[in-house]
């Protein structure tokens, strides 16, 4: 079963405007790492979140993380047209060795 | 550095036929994962190596599916008798161990479509 829900489904914003995505998931993480991917493509690698992190950044993105609550955010500011993707947080349990994904995020920006 | 390298990256197969793909990871990552995508949803898990040791293997890891990974580098997967549903992308990605959580990198999937 899959672990992480990422909420909106989808998103659809004007060029430099924010995107806010959330992640829910059920069970204690060792880390959470949000990945992008393109129609049809492999995923990228964005960022990764350890348990005991609460925030990170990275360029024009931010990433938060509750553990009390079981969520993660993700956060790019100032959106471009080439952040046009479907987004996915994934949880790590245990010692890392599974990673499992969420339905992802459809994010379109509008030029 | 070229990063995960996955071969074919796409493969039109009969149904009843055995397809076998072939993924290249990041060179020195002793971890190396395969995940199965359908259309809409998120990467599920399939397996996982540590160097050459088959780890940890999904329910969804039929026994028409056998992976392996002989020398601790290249890794395959073969599908045997294939079925409809198997039609997906396989992604494979790798990581290099470290203590308190490792990124794993993807590669661009291998689609197959059994008609």
């Known amino acids: 079963s899959q672990q992480g829900e990422e909420d909106p489904q989808a998103l659809s914003i004007q060029e430099g405007e924010n995107a806010t995505m959330n992640c829910s998931y059920k069970?204690?993480?060792?880390?959470l790492q949000w990945y992008r991917q393109n129609s049809g493509r492999g995923l990228v690698h964005l960022i990764l979140?350890?348990?005991?992190?609460r925030e990170k950044h990275s360029g024009r993105l931010r990433v938060t993380l509750d553990t009390s609550k079981k969520s993660s955010s993700l956060l790019i500011t100032a959106s471009r047209a080439a952040d046009t993707a479907s987004y996915f947080c994934?949880?790590?349990?245990?010692?890392?060795?599974?990673?499992?994904f969420g339905t992802g995020t459809s994010l379109t920006v509008i030029p | 550095d070229t990063g995960v390298s996955q071969d074919p990256r796409h493969k039109i197969t009969k149904r009843g036929q055995n397809v076998t793909f072939r993924c290249d990871p990041i060179?020195?990552?002793?971890?190396l994962y395969w995940y199965r995508q359908t259309l809409g949803q998120g990467p599920e898990f399939l397996t996982y190596?540590?160097?050459?040791?088959?780890?940890?293997k999904s329910r969804l890891l039929s026994d028409r599916f056998s992976a392996e990974r002989p020398k601790g580098s290249f890794s395959t997967l073969e599908i045997q008798r294939t079925e409809q549903g198997d039609s997906a992308m396989y992604l494979c990605?790798?990581?290099?161990?470290?203590?308190?959580?490792?990124?794993?990198?993807f590669g661009e999937g291998s689609w197959l479509t059994v008609v």
């Open positions: 990605a790798s990581s290099h161990q470290t203590g308190s959580g490792n990124t794993i990198y």
């Open positions: 069970t204690s993480i060792n880390n």
């Open positions: 979140i350890r348990s005991n992190e």
């Open positions: 994934a949880t790590g349990i245990n010692t890392g060795n599974q990673f499992y």
């Open positions: 060179s020195e990552h002793n971890r």
């Open positions: 190596f540590q160097n050459e040791a088959q780890l940890e």
